[in-house]
């Protein structure tokens, strides 16, 4: 199974630290937020990286190269202008193949053991198995439910309403036929999850964490703080 790191945002709430570095190069514990993730997917066996870019693309692209410094292939996916989360998956596609795909967002940091997917999911026949987290606090609504009990590692069918909603991780296992005759351009992921979730091709389960979305400097701080003092 290949991964996805989703790395081309415009970090625009993270200036003016992304005034001149990509987001994925920004530093928590003494290490690029985007370096946590390849180390953490090398380890599970994920070794077909693909990465899309856009802003500072180039910057991100060199300091990473082939990835053959951390045990990984990696491929780019340049977009020039960013083309949101469906967009640089479909012009990634042909990077990707014809099977399930790990994607994850490029600014997140958690802990998961992403192996857990690749063994569970490399063949589903389901459009998408999405990973669910408690509310932070900027996203007190959630995003989605999971229909019955709520147990880690046991799969449950997402669904938009009901229950008590969830936050999405940034961290999912999608099917190419997701994308099934969609044309390259800008498109957010959202609708298409929604649309899936209606005809019952999704799953989902629930990470209890540690899991952070780095959305602004402050949680930035924080975090690694966090990290540097054994907390997280």
């Not at 960013?82 to 990634?92: F, I, Q, R």
């Not at 999850?193 to 979305?213: C, K, M, S």
Request: net charge neutral; aromatic share 8%; proline share 6%.
């Amino acid at each position: 199974m290949k991964a996805m790191i989703l790395a081309a945002g415009l970090g625009t709430r993270m200036r003016p630290l992304t005034d001149h570095t990509p987001k994925p190069l920004l530093e928590v514990g003494g290490k690029p937020l985007i370096v946590w993730h390849i180390e953490n997917l090398v380890r599970a066996g994920f070794t077909e990286l693909v990465i899309n870019t856009a802003w500072l693309g180039e910057k991100l692209a060199k300091a990473l190269g082939d990835g053959a410094a951390f045990g990984a292939k990696i491929t780019w996916s340049h977009e020039g202008e960013p083309l949101e989360t469906a967009g640089g998956l479909v012009k990634a596609l042909p990077l990707l193949g014809n099977t399930p795909f790990l994607v994850v967002n490029g600014d997140i940091w958690l802990r998961y053991d992403f192996a857990h997917l690749r063994t569970s999911y490399a063949h589903m026949e389901r459009l998408a198995h999405l990973v669910l987290v408690s509310n932070p606090a900027h996203n007190g609504k959630g995003d989605f439910a999971l229909q019955g009990r709520i147990f880690a590692g046991v799969e449950c069918t997402v669904r938009n309403d009901g229950e008590p909603r969830l936050t999405f991780a940034g961290v999912s296992v999608l099917h190419p036929q997701l994308f099934a005759g969609l044309a390259e351009g800008k498109r957010p992921l959202a609708p298409l999850l929604r649309e899936a979730i209606t005809r019952e091709q999704v799953t989902g389960e629930y990470f209890a964490g540690p899991w952070v979305d780095v959305g602004t400097p402050e949680r930035l701080a924080e975090l690694d703080g966090q990290i540097r003092s054994g907390t997280l």
